[in-house]
């Protein structure tokens, strides 16, 4: 899933804000800070993890929890999504697999979203300029996308056996595979039968 990646993403970025700084010397020069939610960018432009005994303000530690969570969240979404195709559930677990997978999507969205409250620390309250970084688009990203499936979850209707069936060769079977070889076959067998009644008409 698209989104759990971009979650991924986001935690593991070092550019969720950036701001500019000027040096003032003989040579007046500006340069860019990034700073992600777990990694910042040092000064040999290489992401590095913060200090274990670094303090941070209440709004910076809420956005890091949360992007966690939409992080671990969104993975147990998925092993749910691939549950159910796999191995499928009755008419009533696939009602509740639907209720309660949307709902999570959802709140993945929201978790998502509050990554965005780093924005309202002392970080950037110092800055005039604190922008949005690739982390901070990655995040909007993945906000969109676990609405949109989580809409498209909760319109849908579960299927009650799974979708994907494996035989103990590890292939596709053929319900799985659907009905395409059965149509390839009465198709040859049509052809098959038109050329035997054309010889008889000769």
């Not at 500019?20 to 992401?47: D, I, P």
């Not at 990554?115 to 982390?135: A, R, Y």
């Not at 209707?157 to 319900?175: F, N, Q, V």
Request: hydrophobic share 45%; charged share 15%.
């Amino acid at each position: 899933m698209s989104a759990f990646i971009l979650s991924i993403v986001v935690v593991k970025s070092c550019n969720f804000i950036e701001y500019t700084v000027g040096t003032a010397g003989e040579y007046y020069f500006t340069s860019f800070k990034r700073y992600g939610l777990f990694r910042f960018e040092n000064e040999f432009l290489q992401c590095q993890s913060y200090a274990s005994n670094l303090e941070f303000d209440s709004n910076s530690e809420a956005a890091r929890v949360f992007g966690a969570l939409a992080t671990l969240i969104g993975g147990i979404v998925l092993l749910a999504i691939i549950y159910q195709l796999y191995w499928g559930m009755s008419q009533v677990g696939g009602q509740l697999w639907k209720a309660s997978v949307g709902s999570l999507l959802l709140v993945c969205m929201g978790f998502q979203i509050l990554t965005f409250l780093v924005f309202d620390s002392n970080g950037c309250k110092g800055h005039d300029e604190c922008k949005v970084g690739s982390g901070a688009s990655a995040s909007i990203s993945a906000a969109v996308l676990y609405l949109l499936t989580g809409v498209a979850v909760f319109g849908t209707i579960p299927p009650r056996g799974a979708l994907l069936k494996w035989d103990a060769s590890c292939m596709l079977t053929e319900e799985a595979l659907g009905t395409s070889e059965t149509g390839n076959s009465n198709n040859l067998g049509q052809e098959a039968g038109g050329e035997s009644g054309a010889a008889e008409e000769v």
